[in-house]
C-alpha cells in the first residue's frame, strides 16, 4: 500500500445537497499489514441502522470545517484523540441517500483499543487491506437508483463483515488511489430498482 496517491489527488467537491458530513478513513499499520478501521452503526439508529460505516457524522455550526467534524465525530463515536491522528488527504465527496454530501479523510491511527460509544456504534472493525483487494472477497451489481439514476452498489465481504452502499464507495477509491486493486469493468449483475440488498 502507498499513501502517496491519496496524498496527491485532488478531490472533487458536492455542493448540491442539502446536509454536509465528514467522516475518516483510519489507516492502522500492523506486523500483519496495513488495516482500515470501520464501525459497525447501533441497530435503533434511524439511518442506515446495522450497516458498516466510517467513523464520521453530520457538521454542526460549531465545526470550523470539514475536517473538525470528521474528528470531533470520531472522538465522540470510538474515543479518538485528535492528537492521535495524521491526515494524510482527502478522498472525492459523495452523495448519499439520506442527502448528504459526505467528506472523507484518509487518516493514520495508532494501532490500539479503541471504545465505541454504544449510543451510535455497535462494534468496530478493523479488516486487512489484502481482505479488501482480494477479488473473491467482492462483488458489484448494477440498479437504477430513484435520486440518482443508473448506479453500481460495491460490496466487500471480509471476515464475516458487509461493507457496501456509500463506505464502499469511499473504499473503491481509497483502494484504486493505495493499492493496484482495479475495479472490474462490468458489475456482477444487474439488479430491478426494487431488489433485495444481498447482504
Same mark, same amino acid.
Not at 440498479?143 to 463483515?161: A, S
Given at each position: ?15 448540491? @445537497?442539502?446536509? @454536509? ?7 492502522? +499499520?500492523?506486523? !500483519?499489514?496495513?488495516? #482500515?478501521? =470501520? ?14 460505516? =466510517? ?13 473538525? !467534524?470528521?474528528?470531533? *465525530?470520531?472522538?465522540?463515536?470510538? /474515543?479518538?484523540?485528535?492528537? *492521535?491522528?495524521?491526515?494524510?488527504? &482527502? #478522498?472525492?465527496? %459523495?452523495?448519499?441517500? !439520506? &442527502? ?8 493514520? $491511527? ?13 462494534? %468496530?472493525?478493523?479488516?486487512? %487491506? ?10 458489484? +451489481? &448494477? &440498479? ?10 460495491? =460490496?466487500?465481504?471480509?471476515? /464475516?463483515? !458487509? ?6 464507495? %469511499? $473504499? ?9 486493486? *482495479? ?17
Amino acid at each position: 500500500m502507498d499513501l502517496s496517491g491519496v496524498a496527491d489527488h485532488e478531490a472533487s467537491a458536492v455542493t448540491d @445537497e442539502e446536509r @454536509e458530513a465528514a467522516v475518516l478513513a483510519p489507516v492502522i +499499520e500492523r506486523s !500483519t499489514g496495513p488495516h #482500515l478501521l =470501520f464501525t459497525k452503526r447501533a441497530d435503533h439508529l434511524g439511518e442506515h441502522a446495522g450497516q458498516m460505516s =466510517f467513523p464520521g457524522g453530520g457538521r454542526e455550526p460549531s465545526d470550523v470545517d470539514s475536517e473538525a !467534524t470528521a474528528l470531533r *465525530e470520531a472522538e465522540e463515536e470510538i /474515543g479518538l484523540n485528535p492528537a *492521535e491522528t495524521e491526515i494524510v488527504g &482527502r #478522498l472525492d465527496d %459523495i452523495h448519499t441517500v !439520506t &442527502r448528504y454530501a459526505v467528506r472523507p479523510f484518509v487518516t493514520r $491511527v495508532p494501532d490500539r483499543t479503541y471504545t465505541p460509544d454504544e449510543r451510535e456504534v455497535a462494534e %468496530i472493525a478493523v479488516l486487512p %487491506i489484502a481482505g479488501l483487494t482480494d477479488r473473491s472477497n467482492y462483488d458489484s +451489481e &448494477r &440498479r437504477d437508483h430513484p435520486h440518482y439514476g443508473d448506479i453500481r452498489l460495491h =460490496f466487500f465481504r471480509v471476515d /464475516g463483515y !458487509t461493507v457496501w452502499g456509500a463506505t464502499a464507495r %469511499i $473504499v473503491v477509491q481509497f483502494l484504486r488511489l493505495a493499492t493496484d486493486w *482495479e475495479m472490474p469493468p462490468e458489475p456482477d449483475r444487474v439488479v430491478d430498482p426494487d431488489a433485495d440488498f444481498p447482504v
